[in-house]
């Protein structure tokens, strides 16, 4: 049979492969594979969620207009100018769709999230990786390679999945050194986590220009992953596109109402950020006590290097997959001697040092 042939850059796409969520035999599995938020999502969430199930044969509102007032209040921003969508990502595949093509580039840090060349290729367009320095985005490194065919630049900040940031003054000068003609992306992901004075999500940029678009999500600090549910705070004229070419009810009514109630349940995001806030260094440190080096971070997950020969990355996620706990290898962003594990509760990261320090020194 012959079959019908897809457009140019479909092929060229490796599936995109989540976080493993099960381990074959084990009676208790801990799952730090996703970044997924460690207290779970908020009871005030989780009750609007359930409140929507007697009306499930109503569409929802296309408009989501609740939902973008509830971020506007939150973020003190113009609603107007908020666009929410099927997670980050569809966003992410939304913006490359209407600004990019055959014939165009697509711009993105060499660890950067994975999702940007997919998206790249699936419009037809080229990706185009700039390399890092210190596991850092390289604002000159980027900037050598903008050129009169880039169309977008994604920046993830922070970085999934180094963990790594650049400063607001390193995000603004990326921005003036880039060609007129394209489009700053920064994706802000794990914004709620970072509480350095220097880091900036993107929001002043946005305000004060009409080519940068920030991405943010309710998967990491609000835990609702399983809703699919993001938003993009952009210029009227990209806000304007972007409801051109999203689908007229992309978000369901009760991802609507959790994500709403979710926003206004403070206490809970605060809580979720101070948890990260004592585990994530706590678990470094016990890293280090092991001879284990990683990276910085200032998100909700901690990037760790294993050394070669017996103790490598393979084999220690093989160990760690015995003892139920499923961390992510990140072999597929280049880094085969590196595991990314979430900050999880404190029961999951004591567990994790347990087996990591019984892997160690076996």
């Known amino acids: 049979m012959t079959y019908p042939v897809p457009r140019p850059g479909v092929m060229e796409i490796e599936p995109y492969v989540g976080g493993k969520s099960s381990v074959a035999g084990a009676a208790r599995v801990i799952k730090l594979s996703s970044n997924e938020g460690a207290l779970g999502p908020s009871r005030r969430a989780m009750e609007a969620y359930a409140s929507q199930a007697a009306s499930l044969h109503r569409y929802p509102d296309g408009s989501a ?21 099927a997670g980050s990502d569809e966003l992410i595949a939304l913006l490359v769709k209407a600004y990019a093509g055959p014939g165009d580039e697509v711009l993105y840090s060499q660890y950067g999230f994975v999702m940007y060349p997919l998206s790249a290729h699936a419009a037809g367009a080229t990706p185009v990786k700039a390399p890092e320095t210190g596991f850092r985005t390289d604002v000159d490194a980027m900037l050598a390679k903008a050129g009169p065919r880039t169309r977008i630049c994604f920046v993830a900040n922070p970085n999934n999945p180094t ?18 003609h394209t489009l700053l992306a920064v994706d802000a992901a794990y914004a709620e986590y970072v509480t350095r004075n220097d880091y ?7 305000e004060a220009r009409d080519d940068v678009v920030m991405l943010r999500t309710f998967s990491k600090i609000f835990a609702l992953g399983g809703l699919r549910l993001g938003w993009a705070y952009a210029p009227a004229g990209v806000a304007d596109v972007l409801n051109r070419v999203r689908g007229p009810f992309n978000v369901s009514s009760a991802a609507q109402a959790a994500g709403v109630a979710a926003l206004e349940d403070v206490a809970f995001a605060d809580a979720a950020r101070a948890h990260n806030d004592a585990w994530l260094p706590w678990f470094a440190g016990q890293l280090a006590a092991l001879g284990l080096a990683s990276l910085p971070s200032v998100g909700n997950f901690v990037l760790v290097r294993f050394p070669p020969g017996a103790r490598d990355a393979a084999a220690a996620t093989a160990h760690l997959a015995r003892d139920g706990i499923i961390p992510r290898p990140v072999a597929n962003y280049g880094l085969p001697d590196w595991i990314r594990f979430t900050i999880g509760t404190e ?16």
Do not use: K, N, Q, W
Request: net charge neutral.
């Open 200 to 206: 900036g999500a993107g929001l002043e940029l946005v």
């Open 163 to 180: 963990g790594s940031y650049i400063t607001a003054a390193e995000l603004r000068r990326l921005r003036e050194g880039l060609p007129a």
């Open 347 to 362: 029961e999951e990261m004591r567990a994790v040092v347990a087996s990591l320090s019984a892997f160690m020194e076996a």
């Open 65 to 85: 207009s609740a939902l973008r007032e509830a971020i506007a209040r939150r973020f003190g921003l113009d609603p107007a100018r908020i666009v929410c969508g």
